[in-house]
């Protein structure tokens, strides 16, 4: 199918950024698509296999062990890392696992992390931090309730792990139910496809780049699902418009009609995406940068990840996966025949008569909203304004 | 969908949100304590918290009751140190402890199983028997009125001046909710009931303690074994088996009483002395009772032991930090939404921030509301919920927005394009909405831990997105609409689509033209 730009003699290209906005549908989505599903056949092998021979980097909840959290600042200035790793060995006697600091300016602080303490143990580690580093409270004193701890037994992440599966499979049936009552059987499987899609990749991406992964992550990777679906949603919501009455009609193929449906929301889709991505971008800066650790930057660059595939998938995988299936119908197949021979029959017309301009090939590269709909949705005649 | 035959009439939908909006503060002024702020978690305010997993012996899960039964006997356990605000809440199979503030230190041991101690029985008496009927139930109390009862309780029941010792075995009402249970002091005697409420004791300081029971399970009926009905077999860890071997020596035919959480559950007489370690308790038994005292000299009061899963205990410094975070990452986020939005919709740019305002308004208050009502805890995790909930609901004002131009592109003029765009838009937002409902319902039911803050934010800002966009961006737009200035194309930012729109018209006048000509 060739992208022709449509109207009057002389019509100049537009930039790719308008020919979004007015969403006219210069972009062929569909006919492309044994591209996209290579690639993002590819892409999902990637992941799995990452999965499988790299596996995860688990955070702490996953293995057990023990948080220690001081501010940075203590009555002698900022303190020393070293400092704290020897407070930490003179109480316990063994050393803790790392000693970082984490997070800037006046949220900047050290994280310890160890094996798994008692509650005396920290207690006593609180101790020595006190007497040798001497963090400062709000008002400038050294305090041991500035200390913060947190410990975690080695289950606890697998039990959360194993509510947020199950909770996945319940989503999952509940979502099949939905999407199948409210569009039609194709457009479910087409779109839990996309679905699956968006969790390997997020969960691959997340292993090849070794993020860590938190109960935070789990879930946070639950909430993309919805709105994975939520972008597939109103995709499908637009071709099952831009296909009601399609097979009355000669004037394209069920193909094209979803082609100008992924146009037309294209723009939607990225928009919805950068708008819902902002707010995501603000709390990963803020979560990852400014506290340096936990559950807003865990929750926020899930979502990151998993909102860039959920968009991907919806427009590059959902729809053109949709058409394959209709395909498979004959009633479809025979319309698309029937409409490819109406084509060859105008062209030759038209080439017979010599007109140059032929509105049905703009029709055919989806520049007019208006097929695809029975005559009577179509109102007032439009072309009668006064100025 | 042609425009329905009633008037669309925006300023009645603005008034009904007006509404809403002015009855929701006055809630929030002129209800509870009438401050408008909402309750936060501890990650945010400082504090403790704790989290218990249930572990039953057969690896089943625990029945609803005896979590409920366990979450009492905490809660009555952390309302004893006297922190106000402290609460235990329960969580799928965990029960959670928050303590807020600081001195929440002793919450993370308050998870053990209760705890089990052996006294002496000095004497025992028959408590007058309650009515039928009633039983004793636990009343909420805040921790400082609690923390005043039981020192009163102890300076009467543990004393040990014989003479107030027996005015409490005379005056103590076994009917009653006992402020001393599990608060009770080991090292003095004790005045106290036994769990049927049936027998009233003085006993003496505690002889040894329950931790040191290694095991115990119930033995059926045995003769030969020497106990012809059932019967509970205990077995000591080693310096326990040596005090039980001392005690029993030296006291038999004197009664050993179990005391579990400050009650007696059962007093058997010492018929020899046992130095191998291990007890067998007989007496009036079934299996079904044989099986609870095994089970309660195991675990303490629960048919469960707990397991710490999660214990954190977070400096204020450290929570002002994350609420400070989470409001900064929230208000980027806003402006970056903001600032998108103008760019590209102009006029409309500014109604969905609008929007958003109203929107975040009106989430606030229900936030308020509900920490009030529901005691709806705000923590990180539920600020991160709403800050990804902004995406969701500038989302709805997209579907709508785009669907006018698609109405635009098809020749409509912006005000004719309202009436037409916003039922589809409408179909397209809720079916969309339901989606994103359903996954925070799911997690929200299903997921356990700090996620379920995640989920309910989400969820309830998908409920709200729906109100405001149906009450007021819509209206707001057909308004717009139908406004001379505001319904340029400079302003609206609709210009570009309505050229298009005209150019197709143009070019179609053209091919009908030649299509005439030929």
Known sequence: MKVTTPGTEGARRESIFHRLYTGTGAFDIIGKRARWYVSLGLLVLVCIGAIGFKGFNLGIDFEGGTKIQLPAVGAQGPIQTDRVQAAFQDALGHPAETVQVVGVGANQSIQIRSSSLTVPQVAAVKQALLTEVQPLDAQGRPSEQVISDSAVSGTWGGEITQQALIALAVFLVLVSIFLAFYFEKWMAVAGLIALLHDVVVTAGIYSLVGFEVTPSTVIGLLTILGFSLYDTVVVFDKVKENTRGLLSTTRRTYGEAANLAVNQTLMRSINTSVIALLPVIGLLVVGAWLLGVGVLRDLALVQLVGMIAGVVSSIFLATPLLVDFKMREPKFREHAAKVRQRRERAEAKAAGEEVPPEPKQAVAAGSSARGGRPGGKTGRPSGKRRR | ?518
Not at chain 2, 320 to 341: K, P
Request: with cysteine.
């Open chain 2, 1 to 518: 969908m042609a425009p329905p035959a009633g008037q669309f009439r925006p300023g009645r939908y603005l008034a009904f949100f007006a509404l809403i909006v002015i009855g929701l503060y006055a809630l929030v002024f002129f209800t509870g304590d009438g401050k408008p702020n909402p309750k936060l978690g501890i990650d945010l305010q400082g504090g403790t918290r704790v989290t218990l997993t249930a572990r039953t012996p057969d690896g089943r899960p625990p029945t609803t009751e005896s979590l409920n039964q366990a979450r009492q006997i905490i809660e009555t356990r952390v309302n004893g140190m006297g922190i106000s605000g402290s609460e235990v809440t329960r969580d799928g199979n965990n029960l959670v402890i928050t303590v807020p503030g600081e001195g929440g230190e002793q919450a993370k041991q308050l998870g053990q199983t209760a705890e089990l101690n052996f006294r002496k029985v000095i004497n025992a008496v028959p408590a007058a028997q309650p009515p039928a009927g009633t039983t004793p139930q636990a009343a909420r109390q805040q921790g400082g009125d609690d923390k005043k009862a039981i020192d009163e309780a102890k300076a009467l029941r543990q004393s040990t001046d014989p003479k107030v010792q027996m005015q409490a075995l005379q005056t103590l009402n076994c009917a009653a909710e006992d402020p001393l249970r599990g608060n009770d002091d080991p090292k003095l005697p004790l005045v106290t009931c036994d769990r049927e409420g049936q027998q009233k004791y003085l006993l003496e300081p505690v002889f040894l303690p329950g931790k040191e029971i290694a095991n115990s399970q119930a033995q059926p009926p045995n003769p030969q074994g020497g106990h012809p009905g059932w019967a509970v077999a205990l077995d000591f860890k080693s310096e326990g088996a040596k005090i039980w071997a001392d005690f029993t020596s030296a006291n038999v035919g004197q009664q050993a009483a179990f005391v579990l959480d400050t009650e007696v559950v059962s007093a058997p007489s010492v018929n020899t002395a046992m130095l191998g370690g291990n007890a067998l308790i007989t007496g009036q038994f079934n299996q079904q009772t044989a099986t609870d005292l095994a089970n309660i000299l195991k675990y303490g009061s629960l048919p469960l032991a707990f397991d710490q899963s999660e214990a954190e205990t977070v400096s204020a410094t450290l929570g002002v930090a994350s609420l400070e975070a989470g409001l900064i990452a929230g208000g980027l986020g806003l402006l970056l939404v903001a600032v998108y939005c103008l760019f590209y919709y102009r006029l409309l740019g500014i109604l969905t921030i609008l929007s958003l305002a109203l929107s975040g308004g009106v989430v606030y208050g229900v936030l308020v509301l509900l920490g009030r009502w529901v005691g709806f805890t705000l923590d990180l995790a539920g600020v991160a919920g709403f800050i990804v909930a902004i995406g969701i609901t500038a989302d709805s004002f997209i579907v709508f927005f785009e669907r006018l131009k698609d109405e635009i592109r098809e020749g409509r003029t912006f005000r004719s394009a309202v009436p037409r765009a916003w039922p589809r838009a409408r179909r397209t937002i809720l079916s969309a909405d339901a989606v994103s409902f359903l996954a925070a319902a799911v997690l929200y039911i299903l997921a356990v831990g700090q996620v379920k803050g995640f989920a309910f934010t989400l969820g309830m800002s998908t409920v709200l997105d729906l109100v405001v966009v149906f009450l007021v961006t819509h209206p707001l737009v057909a308004l717009a609409s139908k406004n001379k200035f505001l319904s340029k194309p400079s302003v609206s930012g609709l210009g570009a689509v309505q050229r298009l729109s005209d150019r197709y018209r143009a070019a179609r006048k053209a091919a009908a033209t030649t299509a005439k000509e030929a």
